[in-house]
């Protein structure tokens, strides 16, 4: 979507986009803090981020509490208990020059008012780059360990971390001496081996995989399933602790000390050294030997051997004056792109990479840096043939900064994203709103087929006994099954079906059985079948109500792809997902008549506005005249709904109660793809019958009543529950209100109860309800 100048924004559109805005960063903040996978680039994060802040600099008045320029970073996530420090973990502030790490000593003597000759002694340390810990000991027992936060409190991930295992979180702390209560803390990480391992096996297997191993790391501790971290190969070093706040030792040198004879790993490059020359020589030791010593650490931190200085130096805001981060500068080298591959993801996304001429940065031969998405291409006008910059900042995958324009070869044009997937030539669309094309061709693109072909057994689909998901995948991997009529082949084919006795070890009775529930579901529900095509967003309870809708198969194909040959053209969907712009809006623009010549030359836009579309409220013509800009803006506008909208059938599907304008419109280009519409023909030639949807009944005792279930259901779950009442024609909602007619509650039922009371509803115990209905 184009943005208008936020100096045009009407308040109304303004408030439109922040709310849409607060949205996608939530989003894209979730990804990455809590999945750990982020899905846009840094550079797209920040603009996003801008431009809600400058929208909210325009509107004060819109800023909301929970504003995201209100919050700062991860905050905790609900999977886990919060755990409140002891002693809040802190941050390091940074050094990146020899001069900036001069200036640190020479503060500190200051500060100390040590006589310019002594020099003060500091530990160096590698900076780990993984995610800090903290583990509180008491009486030498391990009672809880968390993760950093926001600080103060952090998430309760006790389970994972002992997974680590004795050699490097004991339970109990070895040797003697250790304070009644310790709060130890280090970083966990992921050897860099380990993690490329890891990564490895997770392509090949389809199974996700990481961006670094700090993410790697990150997400591994932070799993709901303690056995899923105790399969990832993590590690720990200690190097710090929170309370007691005295301390234990006199040194920072004698404290790692301590933490190796309570049985942590200590960082065997940790060293004391003298002066700011002695700093910038460890610094400079372990840049050179960065890149062998199997995990990836990102800077060196110095601190203030002394803890009597440490604790006389304090802190400066949240940072200690004892203490600094040395940083490494980001790894860069120049290449050439040769190529932008296009790799489809499992679901059908698009993922431009660039292919390089190989060449190391910081110890690693790089021959693939991610483009992120189109966007990113275009922006940085990345072209094939261009000397690029690349940087690796801890990421495995490195990403291009910025391309080189004196050194772009004469001939080279801009890169034209393909609209079309690479992997099986099925057209690939950009919905509004996602950063990446995807592959329409689902049921035939191999990148997707696997995942299709799962869901189209499953079982709210076809749901066929004997062809679980490991046979689909042999099937397919031998190259009988490719598509879902391959599947109704099959049990036809007597050399399929012999050589799965001969090669495969199949008795007779199971590829009897095997047959046997194939054949069966050659009649299925047109629910089931609609369901089964795996079209975006039409789920098992959209395709129930397409399939009471249409009642047959026959009318609901020819439906879809008369959708097909009606969808609106880009230029009315970019009007109809303008800020501000409402289906009503739309409706009354599409029945006005574009005037020809402007009306009333001097008066402001949205008064001529009120003139074309009289019935439209002021709000929304602010809004529109917005968009417009000019008379003959609007003129344009006006022309695009009443001759680009949708057509009327896929009006008819948008129209049918519950299913609306976005499964609509996934509906017809669904259909619009003509290999879906290839293997859907194959598919149904195949099958021998399709039934109509059950109907809801209307003559039963609770037919047209609103029901409510609440409590802990004993007699049904609540899926149950729910799908017997649709059937006997009730309607089942969420929340209790004067329209509800019945709450069933089970043991346990609370506010919902309270409120039938209080709106006098009829409350039923589960046997009151099976009474009622017959069951
Ligand atoms: S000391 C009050 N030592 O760096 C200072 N931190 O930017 C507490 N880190 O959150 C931190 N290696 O995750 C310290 N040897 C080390 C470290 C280290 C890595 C991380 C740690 C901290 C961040 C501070």
Redesign the pocket.
């Known amino acids: 979507m184009t943005e208008s100048p936020v100096a045009d924004l009407s308040r109304e559109a303004a408030e439109a986009e922040l709310a849409r805005l607060a949205r996608a960063l939530a989003r894209h903040d979730a990804l990455y803090y809590q999945g750990d996978a982020p899905e846009i680039s840094d550079a797209d994060y920040d603009a996003l981020r801008r431009r809600h802040a400058d929208i909210e600099a325009r509107f004060p008045e819109l800023v909301k509490p929970d504003s995201p320029s209100q919050r700062v970073g991860a905050g905790i996530s609900e999977a886990f208990a919060e755990v409140r420090h002891g002693v809040p973990?802190?941050?390091?502030d940074n050094a990146f020059s020899d001069d900036e790490v001069r200036d640190f000593a020479a503060r500190i003597a200051r500060f100390l008012k040590l006589p310019g000759e002594e020099l003060i002694a500091f530990v160096a340390?590698?900076?780990?780059d993984g995610?800090?810990a903290s583990l509180l000991y008491v009486d030498g027992v391990l009672e809880v360990g968390a993760t950093?936060g926001d600080g103060r409190s952090g998430e309760d991930v006790t389970a994972n971390l002992r997974t680590l295992g004795e050699a490097r979180i004991p339970s109990r702390l070895k040797g003697s001496g250790w304070p009644a209560r310790v709060e130890v803390r280090g970083?966990v990480y992921a050897p860099t081996d380990a993690f490329t391992a890891f990564n490895a096996a997770a392509e090949a297997e389809g199974r996700r995989s990481y961006a670094n191993p700090r993410n790697f790391a990150a997400g591994s501790l932070r799993q709901k399933n303690p056995a899923i971290t105790a399969g990832r190969p993590l590690n720990f070093f200690a190097?710090?602790w929170g309370e007691p706040a005295e301390g234990f030792s006199e040194t920072q040198a004698g404290a790692l000390e301590k933490l190796a004879e309570w049985g942590f790993p200590t960082?065997p490059r940790s060293v004391r050294v003298e002066g700011a020359e002695g700093l910038l020589q460890v610094y400079r030791a372990l840049e050179a030997d960065r890149a062998t010593l199997g995990y990836d650490i990102d800077g060196v931190?110095y601190k203030v051997d002394r803890l009597d200085l440490q604790a006389r130096l304090g802190f400066v805001a949240r940072?200690?004056r004892w203490?600094i981060?040395h940083k490494f500068p980001a790894q860069q080298a120049t290449t050439v792109l040769e190529g932008i591959d296009i790799q489809v993801g499992r679901t059908g996304s698009l993922t431009p990479v660039a292919r390089l001429a190989p060449v190391t940065v910081g110890g690693v031969v790089v021959r693939n840096a991610t483009l992120h998405n189109e966007d990113e291409i275009a922006r940085k006008d990345v072209r094939i043939g261009d000397t690029v910059v690349l940087q690796r900042a801890g990421d495995v995958i490195p990403q291009i900064v910025a391309v080189v324009p004196e050194r772009r070869p004469a001939d080279a044009l801009p890169f034209a994203f393909p609209t079309h997937c690479p992997a099986c030539g099925s057209e690939a669309v950009r919905e509004e709103g996602e950063a990446r094309r995807r592959c329409t061709g689902g049921l035939i693109c191999p990148a997707q087929i696997v995942e299709r072909l799962k869901h189209f057994v499953g079982r709210k689909a076809f749901d066929i006994e004997g062809l679980g998901e490991k046979q689909l995948v042999a099937f397919h991997e031998r190259g009988w099954i490719r598509e879902p009529a391959d599947i109704f082949r099959l049990a036809r084919d007597k050399e399929q079906l012999t050589a799965l006795r001969a090669e495969d070890g199949y008795g007779e009775t199971s590829v009897a059985n095997l047959v046997a529930g194939i054949e069966a579901r050659r009649t299925i529900a047109l629910e089931r079948l609609i369901f089964a095509l795996g079209i975006r967003e039409i789920g098992e309870q959209t395709s129930l109500l397409l399939a009471r809708e249409f009642e047959t198969w026959d009318s609901f194909d020819a439906a879809g792809r008369e959708a097909a040959a009606g969808l609106p053209s880009a230029a009315w969907t970019a009007l109809a997902n303008a800020p501000g712009v409402s289906a009503r809006m739309l409706a009354l623009m599409a029945e006005a008549t574009p005037p020809e010549a402007d009306p009333w030359l001097d008066a402001p836009l949205d008064q001529k506005i009120a003139l074309a579309l009289p019935t439209l409220a002021a709000p929304a013509r602010r809004a529109l005249a917005g968009l417009a800009g000019d008379w003959d803006g609007l003129r344009r506008l006006l022309v695009i709904a009443r001759d680009e909208g949708p057509s009327e059938t896929l009006g008819r599907i948008a129209g049918v109660s519950g299913v609306g304008p976005v499964a609509a419109r996934a509906v017809a280009e669904f259909f619009h793809e003509p290999h879906n519409r290839t293997v859907v023909e194959a598919l149904v030639a195949e099958l021998s019958g399709v039934l109509p949807a059950a109907r809801p009944q209307t003559d039963t005792p609770v037919a047209g009543k609103t029901v409510v279930f609440t409590g802990s259901l004993e007699r049904f779950t609540r899926d149950e529950a729910r799908a017997r009442a649709e059937a006997l024609g009730a309607k089942v909602s969420g929340s209790v209100s004067r329209k509800t007619d019945y709450l069933v509650a089970g043991p346990g039922a609370g506010s919902k109860l309270a409120e039938a009371h209080k709106h006098g509803v009829t409350v039923l115990s589960e046997d009151d309800w099976l009474t009622l209905t017959g069951g």
């Open positions: 973990m802190l941050s390091l340390e590698p900076k780990i995610l800090s950093r970083e190097y710090a960082n931190v940072s200690p203490a981060a």
